[in-house]
């Protein structure tokens, strides 16, 4: 870890540390899911009736690692640019009742109505994305982070570039290294712990 934030020579943001103090502002959590929350595909078929039947493939990893942030006290958000049951179920299952999905993926008047209903400054919010569609919110969020499958335009953007890929851990990594930045890591993993480690 360089522990160096900022652009790199290649105009990227560096992997190194989050930067801690833009870190310690965050009480809203915006993720993407298509390409963020997944690795961006999707599997498409039809019932016997010739519904349309989508599924998605999570994280597991990643949700531990939202359920820490809700933990901590920072919000979770869901933010999708496409309509799917599969999304609903996920966020159901992490306890995300901020799920919000947009045709059309107008993310930007969602996110507002988010942070101004939180009575938040942007600078509290990180959004995670990968993909055009997530550039008005990440040009405005204090902590814009793409993961490693996003786009030029999305790394150019970031303040912070997941090493893992969306699907692949980049949620998981992100929550671990937000807390880490705020210095809540270890006492959060201890907590957890804690909790599990009584005998029945
Ligand atoms: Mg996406």
Redo the contacts with the bound molecule.
Sequence with gaps: MSGISGRGAEGDAHRGDLPAEAARKVSLVVL?????LTD?GVYLGADGEGRTVEFKRFDIQDGLGIRLLQEAGIQVAIV??RVSPATEVRARELGIEACHQEPGARKLPVVDRLRRGAGLEWDAVAMV???L??LPVMELAGLPVAVENAVPEVRAQARWVTGAP?GRGAVREFCRALLQARGEWDARVEAYLEARRGMP
Excluded: N
């Design positions: 993407d899911v298509d390409g963020v961006a999708s640019g994305g990968d993909d569609p997530d969306g």
